[in-house]
């Protein structure tokens, strides 16, 4: 799936490098390998900037992401949430508490397996009593059975004011209209003063897929989901053998 004619002009313009964690960043133990925190480290050395732009919490992600030592942005929440390299708060978007509603009575229905982020938790399964105390920023469903999740689906797509996703093939996630992770790492580009054109975005699954597509280099893991190798630039090893690493080196340095 390489693009040749895009090889050597595109890696002198790579200004930032946009890396999802799970399944992409993070090995099967959820750990960053040796080979992919070395490769990250002579991108920052170089210049480059290192954004990890993630369906995590910064609650669940940080440790992690702090162990890089970053000096850029973080997208959080599959776009939710930008943070600055100070880890201030630079921007939030939050879903209408009445599709919170609707996706608990959906839950409730389906007897789904399911989480959701709050701006100062996640939820799994054991949900407050009062969803209205809560700001809520993303909702996911876990559904073995394909044919339960078509329906959830099917009902939430007829919603103008939702973002459907996924971060495996059992799952959906879901953000307020308009939030995914290209929209995000836009928003971060125009803070730097760069563009799309100049950014490397890698993943596994569909909440990678829009940063994927509008990056001037879109990398597909060796074990994503077929729909996003299908439309990324080229394709890289897989999470559990440092493809990352050398998505970056092929492209980057």
Not at 1 to 18: C, F, W
Not at 165 to 194: H, P
């Amino acid at each position: 799936m390489e693009t040749p004619h895009k090889d050597q002009e595109s890696k002198n313009d790579i200004k930032l490098i946009a890396i999802d964690m799970d399944g992409t960043l993070l090995n099967e133990k959820h750990e960053i390998s040796d080979e992919n925190r070395k490769a990250i480290q002579e991108a920052q050395d170089r210049g480059i900037h290192v954004v990890i732009s993630t369906g995590r919490s910064k609650l669940t992600c940080a440790d992690l992401v702090d162990s890089l030592s970053l000096k850029s942005y973080l997208v959080t929440v599959n776009g939710s949430e930008i943070w600055n390299e100070s880890g201030e708060l630079v921007e939030r978007q939050l879903l209408n508490i009445d599709h919170v509603h609707e996706m608990w009575d959906l839950k409730q229905k389906h007897k789904t397996n399911c989480w959701a982020t709050t701006v100062d938790n996640v939820y799994r399964d054991q949900f407050p009593e009062d969803l209205t105390e809560h700001e809520w920023m993303k909702f996911g469903f876990d559904v073995e059975d394909d044919e339960v999740r078509q329906i959830i689906f099917d009902q939430l797509s007829q919603n103008e004011d939702l973002e459907i996703t996924n971060s495996s093939l059992q799952n959906l996630e879901i953000n307020a209209a308009g939030v995914n992770k290209a929209r995000a790492i836009e928003k971060v580009c125009d803070k730097l003063g760069i563009t799309m054109e100049n950014v490397l975005a890698m993943g596994d699954s569909l909440n990678d897929l829009a940063m994927i597509k509008e990056a001037g280099i879109g990398v597909a893991m060796g074990n994503a989901q077929e729909k996003v190798k299908e439309e990324a630039d080229w394709v890289t090893a897989s999470h559990i053998e440092h493809g990352v690493a050398k998505a970056i080196r092929h492209w980057a340095l």
